[in-house]
């Protein structure tokens, strides 16, 4: 039975932004935040599990948009999931640091063949200075078929005929006797040699105990 294998998605995340009410309330804090993924290097991306840490989101709601959408779907954003609980009580620390794991059987459609997402982050509670997520990963499950028996016999064939190589080094066949008479036989030529004396002075560059200058040259 083929066993599923995770591939991380190769993806874009955008800055959060925060989602404000009108120009008038330019400062006030709606606690809402967005976070867009794209996918640059992908035509048809599949997306199986999302997994990311949080910081202090409250809720979480995703939203995708699909390729090849009809003329009255195009430029429009489905909602997949929508107010997942990370903190059961905003306003305590509970679930503020955890990670989580969101996959396909969470959402409400699948994540096939999309354009891009976008996590949509709440917290309510006024208690937080700021909220995010983050180490933000997305993965796509592959059936990998199991090795056959046939395979897993030659590997093991192998792995067997290694062992044995390791264990059993080859020797090298070497006749001992025969190098010690020949370094025996070169250690008497060599005292011979230096036994030698050379009586003869060779006076390179002295003629009759004046030295002549071409010699000198």
């Not at 396909?104 to 354009?115: A, E, P, S, V």
Request: charged letters at 20%; hydrophobic letters at 35%; one cysteine or more.
């Amino acid at each position: 039975m083929a066993s599923p294998v995770r591939k991380p998605l190769i993806c874009s995340l955008q800055a959060p932004l925060k989602i404000g009410v009108d120009k008038n309330w330019a400062n006030f804090n709606s606690g809402y935040k967005v976070i867009q993924v794209n996918f640059p290097s992908l035509i048809t991306p599949e997306v199986d599990e999302i997994h990311f840490k949080n910081n202090y989101t409250a809720l979480l709601s995703i939203k995708v948009k699909f390729h090849e959408q009809t003329e009255a779907e195009s430029g429009k954003w489905k909602t997949c999931l929508k107010r997942y609980k990370l903190m059961p009580h905003p306003h305590t620390e509970t679930g503020s640091q955890s990670s989580f794991v969101v996959n396909n059987k969470q959402l409400t459609c699948d994540l096939n063949n999309i354009l891009a997402l976008k996590f949509i982050l709440q917290q309510p509670s006024p208690v937080w200075l700021d909220f995010s997520i983050t180490d933000v990963k997305l993965y796509k499950n592959i059936r990998v078929s199991p090795e056959t028996p046939y395979q897993n016999n030659l590997f093991s064939k192998w792995m067997k005929e290694e062992e044995n190589k390791n264990d059993n080094p080859k020797k090298l066949d070497l006749d001992v006797a025969a190098i010690s008479s020949t370094m025996q036989q070169m250690w008497a030529l060599t005292q011979q040699i230096s036994n030698v004396k050379c009586d003869t002075s060779l006076g390179r560059y002295e003629i009759d105990g004046i030295y002549d200058i071409n010699l000198l040259t």
